[in-house]
């Protein structure tokens, strides 16, 4: 069993709708990154968090330390935001990573 | 503008050859990572360096080596050793804190058998 679970593995949305993954670890962490991989393999860090909140643009993450449970909500969901999105958890140096989700947004 | 190079972008070895991946980083941060990604499968680490002249095997170095003979460089070589070596591999970098800090990924090599 992974340290850190994602769902769901894919995800297909019409542009517009409001999109929520999912992210559950088992071990104790000390933030929780939100990662963004484009399909040419380059990825981008989008969130870290340690408690409660974040939002950028149309991005919100949300944790919640005591279920160990993270949310990545894209609001008004845009073709251009089709990528695999992956979560990951680090106490130091140790990184744990999901799986990813591949979101395709389909105009 | 600051970040991470990885070249080549793609890379072909041949049975029993060694090859090496580049990463440069001019971010100025002190710990660097390489990552391999499989299908299906999470990052998983390979070597990380936190400083220069050092670094520590990760979950999966067997086959793999590194040098961190400069802050800006932490080559990846895939040797002969490696028996299943295609995947995507990704050079990661961070500041050294005691605060968490995001990781800065670049854009990957692909690795193939020829």
């Known amino acids: 069993k992974n340290e850190v679970e994602q769902s769901p593995q894919n995800l297909t949305a019409q542009e517009g709708e409001f999109i929520t993954i999912n992210c559950s670890y088992s071990?104790?962490?000390?933030?929780l990154h939100w990662l963004q991989q484009h399909p040419g393999g380059g990825i981008v860090s989008l969130f870290m968090?340690?408690?409660g909140k974040k939002k950028h643009g149309r991005l919100i993450a949300t944790i919640n330390i005591q279920e160990k449970h993270s949310s990545l909500h894209i609001t008004a969901s845009h073709p251009r935001d089709s990528a695999v999105y992956i979560c990951?958890?680090?106490?130091?140096?140790?990184?744990?990573f999901g799986t990813g989700t591949s979101l395709t947004v389909i105009p | 503008d600051g970040g991470i190079t990885q070249s080549p972008k793609y890379l072909f070895r041949k049975e029993g050859q060694n090859v090496t991946l580049s990463c440069e980083q001019n971010?100025?941060?002190?710990?660097m990572y390489w990552y391999r990604q499989d299908p299906g499968q999470g990052l998983r680490l390979i070597y990380y360096?936190?400083?220069?002249?050092?670094?520590q095997k990760g979950d999966i170095a067997e086959g793999y080596s590194v040098s961190r003979e400069k802050k800006e460089s932490f080559p990846l070589t895939v040797t002969s050793a490696q028996k299943n070596p295609t995947a995507f591999y990704l050079c990661?970098?961070?500041?050294?804190?005691?605060?968490?800090?995001?990781?800065?990924f670049g854009d990957g090599t692909r690795l193939s058998i020829l």
């Open positions: 990661a970098s961070s500041i050294v804190t005691r605060e968490n800090q995001p990781q800065h």
């Open positions: 071990v104790g962490i000390s933030a």
């Open positions: 968090l340690s408690s």
């Open positions: 990951a958890g680090n106490t130091g140096n140790q990184f744990y």
């Open positions: 971010l100025n941060h002190d710990a």
């Open positions: 360096s936190q400083i220069v002249n050092d670094f």
